[in-house]
T-cell receptor
Framework: GNSVTQMEGPVTLSEEAFLTINCTYTATGYPSLFWYVQYPGEGLQLLLKATKADDKGSNKGFEATYRKETTSFHLEKGSVQVSDSAVYFCALSGTSGSRLTFGEGTQLTVNP | DTGVSQDPRHKITKRGQNVTFRCDPISEHNRLYWYRQTLGQGPEFLTYFQNEAQLEKSRLLSDRFSAERPKGSFSTLEIQRTEQGDSAMYLC??????????????FGPGTRLTVL
């Protein structure tokens, strides 16, 4: 079945540091890949997505590239802010309209 | 769009009681999903509707759980004879009609259930 593995957290960085959160997946076929962010006490918000190999999703300074050869979708940001502190989830959808399979999440804390 | 809404936001109940949650999807989204999220974990899929038809159910959805979407708009999730292990955040999501470029699911704020 489908599965998503995220780097074990939590991650603590200083403001303006470079961020990488690793995500690898196992799936049959050609899944769509997503990063969602969850702020304290809130639901999940879509951060970015990619629907085919070599696509790059980007939003709010965050980027992730769909790498089929390494089955990865790592999240990066060049300069994090305190307001980026949240839990980040990598997820995949096996086919259009199907369930999302999530990783366990990575807690990011950015200190001033 | 007003976004996906869920009611109530918080529910505290005693073990053995029944609870019901409501989800209102984004208008014109014909697909609706329920997930459960326990502390420190990613959401786990429970069930999926396309219009009023329940197309998929996870094995996590025991016979104490039932979900409906009677007119293809809002949905309810009922848990009968609640157990302490049911304590979790219950998330609802919706997405537009099928199409490769429109498989994004939009989540509501969730209902946090605490079973005492």
């Amino acid at each position: 079945g489908n599965s998503v593995t995220q780097m074990e957290g939590p991650v603590t960085l200083s403001e303006e540091a470079f961020l990488t959160i690793n995500c690898t997946y196992t799936a049959t076929g050609y899944p769509s890949l997503f990063w969602y962010v969850q702020y304290p006490g809130e639901g999940l918000q879509l951060l970015l997505k990619a629907t085919k190999a070599d696509d790059k999703g980007s939003n709010k300074g965050f980027e992730a590239t769909y790498r089929k050869e390494t089955t990865s979708f790592h999240l990066e940001k060049g300069s994090v802010q305190v307001s980026d502190s949240a839990v980040y989830f990598c997820a995949l959808s096996g086919t259009s309209g199907s369930r999302l399979t999530f990783g366990e999440g990575t807690q990011l804390t950015v200190n001033p | 769009d007003t976004g996906v809404s869920q009611d109530p936001r918080h529910k505290i109940t005693k073990r053995g009681q029944n609870v019901t949650f409501r989800c209102d999807p984004i208008s014109e989204h014909n697909r609706l999903y329920w997930y459960r999220q326990t502390l420190g974990q990613g959401p786990e899929f429970l069930t999926y509707f396309q219009n009023e038809a329940q197309l998929e159910k996870s094995r996590l959805l025991s016979d104490r759980f039932s979900a409906e979407r009677p007119k293809g708009s809002f949905s309810t999730l009922e848990i009968q004879r609640t157990e302490q292990g049911d304590s979790a955040m219950y998330l609802c999501a919706s997405s537009p009609p099928a199409g490769r470029l429109t498989d994004t699911q939009y989540f509501g704020p969730g209902t946090r259930l605490t079973v005492l």
